[in-house]
Structures are given as C-alpha cells and as structure tokens.
C-alpha cells in the first residue's frame, strides 16, 4: 500500500524532487513506466526487500524501482 500511494503521488508531481530528504524521488520516467509499475505491484513476487531495509520492484529485467524509507523511490535502468 505503501509504493503505491508514493507512486500516485509521483504522477501528481510537475517535476521530479531530487535530493530532498523524505521526498519521493523520480528520475528519467515517465508516466506509462510509472503505470506499469503500479500494475506489477499487484503481484508481489515481484517485490523484493532486502536486509538493509531497501526494496526493489523490476520488470523482468528491464527497469527496477529501488529505494528505502529514507531516501523515497528512484527509477534504475538496467539496459
């Protein structure tokens, strides 16, 4: 429920929000990435948490979200 209120939030936002504490970041997407993301979020195998707390939610290899509590979300890309 989490990733998906941050990820509406950033289809509200007019531009991303970088190195701003507590902020939810984006970088290089766009909202069809942000929309297919969303709708991976259904299936949460594809969600993976990781021992220092981050999380990671990919699409088959092409793109991740990757992020923590502290420093919001960022979009990688893998290709």
Partial sequence: MLMEAILGKLLE??????NAPGIA??????HTVIHHH???LQD?????????GFWRLTNAGHDYLEGSPEQGI???SLG
């Fill in 25 to 30: 970041q984006r970088l290089n997407t766009d």
């Fill in 13 to 18: 936002a007019p531009e991303p929000l970088l």
């Fill in 44 to 52: 949460k195998g594809w969600v993976a948490e990781g021992e220092n």
């Fill in 74 to 76: 960022s979009l990688k």
């Fill in 38 to 40: 969303l709708h991976l």
